[in-house]
């Protein structure tokens, strides 16, 4: 199956979408990502649906590098986003596609907010998308799918825009093994 087959498939789908939109019958979708730290390691295991990621830190943050950091994944969070936009909207302009490929990039400073570099970003920042598509399309048709994608890709419009976030802090009971650890009494070692 063609990467153009698929696009026939995701064309019906996103018509389907539309008529439901149009009739009244869509409505909004909760979205839900739960996050835990391991113990020992500090990888964190992100859990979508039921999916999971383990994010991590390089080894020169005292991670292990089992996985991407949140400002890897993020960056490949707007990839998927753009390339699955790309699929959407190539089905909806009916602009054939043969291979798409999205490169993203960014920097991170580590001295982001520390003197000196008071100036300097604690946030990925400087992110640059790349798009390569093989395609029999026109220019103007790629130049109109691509202006598409920028209107109508999540990611790409969360992170152009100023969004409201709002955290709790709710203090969860300790573990028992760590309750019992610190109400132990404290022993002092003996001078030899």
Known sequence: ???????????????????????????ATSLHAHVTAEGRSGIRRLRIREHQVISDSPYDFAGFNLGPSSPELQLGVLGTCVTHIFEIQAALLQVPLDSIEVDVRGTIDPRGGHPGHEATPIWPHNIQYEVQVASSASDAQLNELFAAVEKNCPILNLLRNPQQVVGTLVRAKPAPQATAAASAPAKHAQPA
């Open 1 to 27: 199956m063609s990467l153009n087959d698929y696009l026939s498939h995701k064309r019906r789908a996103v018509l389907a979408r539309q008529q439901r939109i149009a009739d009244g019958s869509a409505q």
